[in-house]
C-alpha cells in the first residue's frame, strides 16, 4: 500500500525553526513530483516547496529563503526545513507526490486538490 506519512510538527515560537519529515513507502517508483502543501483555517490548500526527479527544487514566494526542502538518497524520506517561522506559517502541512510531469508551483496550485497521493498532515503552530 502506497503510503506518505508526515512527522515533525508542533509549537514554535517566531522565530524558530521545525523540520517536517515524510516517509514514503509501498512505491516500486518513487513518483516525480514531491511536495509540501500547506492549510490554515479558512485558507485554501497551498503549494509551500517541492521537488523534482531531476532534483530541482521550487519555493512559495512566502518561504523562499526561509524553507529548504530536500530528499535522501533513496528518495524515499523528503524533509522540509523550516526556520524563521512567522505566525503566518501555522496550519496543516502536507506531504504530497505526483506522478505527472512538472513540479512547480504553479503546477501545485492547479493541482492543490487533486495531487496523487496525499498523506494526513502534521499540524505547525506558531506563535507571536
Known amino acids: 500500500q502506497k503510503r506518505l506519512v508526515e512527522s515533525g510538527g508542533g509549537s514554535v515560537q517566531a522565530g524558530g525553526s521545525l523540520t517536517l519529515s515524510c516517509a514514503a513507502s509501498?512505491?516500486?517508483?518513487?513518483?516525480?513530483?514531491m511536495a509540501w502543501f500547506r492549510q490554515a483555517s479558512g485558507l485554501e490548500r497551498e503549494g509551500v516547496a517541492s521537488?523534482?526527479?531531476?532534483?530541482?527544487?521550487y519555493y512559495g514566494d512566502s518561504v523562499k529563503g526561509r524553507f529548504s526542502i530536500s530528499q535522501d538518497k533513496t528518495g524515499n524520506t523528503l524533509t522540509l526545513q523550516m526556520s524563521d517561522l512567522k505566525p503566518e506559517d501555522t496550519g496543516r502541512y502536507y506531504c504530497?507526490?505526483?506522478?505527472?510531469?512538472?513540479?512547480?508551483?504553479?503546477?501545485?496550485?492547479?493541482?492543490?486538490?487533486?495531487?496523487?497521493?496525499w498523506g494526513d498532515g502534521t499540524l505547525v503552530t506558531v506563535s507571536s
Open positions: 504530497a507526490a505526483d506522478s505527472r510531469l512538472g513540479c512547480s508551483l504553479a503546477l501545485l496550485a492547479a493541482r492543490r486538490n487533486d495531487m496523487e497521493y
Open positions: 509501498g512505491y516500486r517508483t518513487l513518483p516525480r513530483c
Open positions: 521537488i523534482y526527479f531531476d532534483g530541482y527544487t
